[in-house]
């Protein structure tokens, strides 16, 4: 198995999907569940019971922003720094992830705009 697709492949914080969406938080620093499961092409509920079982393992924290819901890597977390490092080291090795990142529109379009 190459290393592009272990960590795509690997569920190392318990299931493939979590540790997905915890490198994509550390891809994106912020986000939220209907962005997530749009990246990850799984189903938002899906998304939304791994950020609960991460967030009540106190790794990632979430924040109300009007009626929307963003996550983000706890910055209390007693290890954050070496679990930002581990993140990083592992989004390295994952080209599709920060391929579906690098396309990823995160800014609304001009209004008026043609599309």
């Known amino acids: 198995m190459s290393l592009v697709n272990l960590t795509s ?3 190392v914080f318990g299931t493939r999907t979590r540790t997905n969406i915890l490198l ?3 891809l994106l620093e912020e986000s ?3 962005e997530l499961a749009r ?3 799984v189903s938002l509920s899906t998304v939304q019971n791994s ?3 991460l ?3 106190s790794l990632v924290a979430g924040t109300l922003v009007g009626r929307e819901r963003r996550v983000r890597i706890n910055p209390r977390f007693f290890a954050r720094t070496e679990l930002r490092n581990l993140l990083d ?7 599709d992830l920060q391929n579906r990142v690098a ?12 599309i």
């Open 9 to 11: 492949s690997f569920g």
């Open 24 to 26: 994509l938080l550390t």
């Open 32 to 34: 939220h569940s209907s």
């Open 39 to 41: 990246l990850l092409d």
């Open 51 to 53: 950020l609960d079982t």
């Open 55 to 57: 967030e009540q393992a």
């Open 89 to 95: 080291k592992m989004a390295l090795h994952d080209g």
């Open 103 to 114: 396309t990823l529109r995160r800014r609304p379009r001009r209004s008026g705009k043609s």
